[in-house]
């Protein structure tokens, strides 16, 4: 992804790689707060025209900030505080609070990875991207649906919508 791309090319990239089936089901949809003092934004992603998921930056940075002040008075300055803010991000990102930067960030990785990373990884957007792609087939649903169970409940959702659109179905007890 080029450094100052449009969000409109940029999303055109992201639905070239959505499987076929849900290309016409899934959105991905920008909002940017003008009068905020950095302009930052939100993103959601939509199935059906329903918002199933959204990063909002504010929100991201106000629980990041509390995270952060919490991992702080924990450790009692024995880390350092770059330590604690990566260990303070990790954390609101594995509970699925991401901001409009991260989406960025990992929407390039994406574009700079091979699908089966994105699958494996532990970054739960990667995990969107690697299900909702065209490239992956019924075997690295099947061999995926193993450790769905452990994954965050957002990717457990478009494991089953994928599942569903394949006409696939696992047992797998995410409760989806």
Do not use: P
């Not at 639905?15 to 993103?43: E, N, P, S």
């Not at 959601?44 to 900030?65: H, L, N, P, R």
């Not at 409940?153 to 047992?171: A, D, G, K, S, T």
């Amino acid at each position: 992804m080029r450094k100052g791309a449009r969000w409109t090319k940029i999303k055109k990239q992201l639905k070239t790689f959505i499987c076929t089936k849900l290309k016409d089901r899934v959105d991905f949809i920008i909002a940017v707060y003008r009068k905020a003092h950095d302009q930052t934004g939100r993103i959601c992603i939509t199935v059906d025209g329903k918002e199933v998921f959204s990063m909002c930056t504010i929100t991201a940075e106000i629980e990041d900030y509390k995270t952060y002040r919490k991992l702080r008075d924990e450790f009692n300055e024995s880390k350092e505080n770059r330590d604690i803010w990566e260990i303070s991000q990790q954390e609101i990102n594995t509970r699925g609070i991401f901001g409009e930067y991260e989406f960025y960030k990992m929407l390039e990785e994406y574009f700079d990875s091979d699908v089966s990373h994105c699958l494996n990884s532990t970054n739960i957007l990667l995990n969107i991207f690697g299900l909702l792609d065209r490239r992956i087939g019924k075997r690295s649903l099947k061999k995926f649906s193993e450790v769905v169970k452990d994954k965050n409940e957002i990717v457990q959702y478009f494991f089953n919508l994928r599942c569903n659109v394949e006409e696939m179905n696992f047992n797998n007890d995410s409760g989806n």
